[in-house]
């Protein structure tokens, strides 16, 4: 069973267009949760993190939306370029403990 | 700032070989440790962690008997793929931890099995 789910398993998006991004859980001790962004040939690259305290997390373009009692995130990127074109990942963790589980990814297309 | 290193960046072996891939946590003191794997297609699967004055904990469908990892310090990692076939192809990450929550991860070794 997929801890860690995401939604949709890809997204067409114009540019200017705010994108999109599902994530849900169901271990409740997670309480730690990064979005990756990987490039094709790449390793992945933290984007934002959240953690269990914030309902919110702003940086830049990037916000995440946490509603805590239904284990749901989302990952809005505001003003999408065709630079932000990659697959996103969601993660979970215990903070300080666990490796993290991760999402199936989304792959996000960015058209001029 | 801190960084992690991985060693090769690229591999190709033959099915039934085995190869070693290095990790190297520089500008901080890790505390922990893991290995993932991001085969074809697929997403991050974690295959073992390590932490400081713990043992390896491997996750399941990984064992200690195919994916053997040493340390010497938390900084320093490496972990062998055995008998390696195809299904064994992929990404392989390192990621280490300080004292925060945040995981950096490097480059990633990719593993071409033949």
């Known amino acids: 069973q997929q801890q860690v789910r995401q939604s949709p398993q890809s997204l067409t998006v114009w540019e200017g267009e705010t994108t999109i991004l599902n994530c849900s859980y169901e271990?409740?001790?997670?309480?730690?949760f990064p979005w990756y962004r990987q490039f094709p040939g790449k390793s992945p690259a933290l984007l934002i993190a959240i953690s269990l305290v914030s309902n919110k997390k702003e940086d830049g373009r990037f916000t995440i939306f946490f509603n805590k009692r239904e284990k749901k995130l989302s990952l809005h990127i505001t003003d999408s370029q065709p630079g932000d074109s990659a697959t996103y990942f969601c993660a979970a963790s215990e903070r300080y403990a666990q490796g993290l589980t991760f999402g199936l990814g989304t792959r996000v297309s960015v058209f001029p | 700032g801190a960084l992690v290193y991985q060693y090769p960046r690229r591999t190709i072996c033959k099915s039934g070989t085995s190869m070693r891939m290095e990790c190297q946590a520089v500008g901080f003191q890790a505390t922990s440790v893991a290995w993932y794997r991001q085969s074809p297609q697929k997403t991050f699967e974690l295959i073992a962690l390590s932490t400081v004055n713990s043992a390896i904990k491997y996750e399941q469908n990984f064992t200690q008997e195919k994916f053997p990892i040493s340390h010497p310090n938390l900084s320093f990692s490496s972990m062998t793929v055995l008998n390696a076939y195809l299904e064994d192809r992929g990404l392989y990450l390192c990621g280490a931890r300080g004292g925060g929550a945040e995981q950096f991860f490097g480059p990633g070794t990719r593993l071409t099995v033949l």
């Open positions: 271990d409740s001790t997670f309480d730690y």
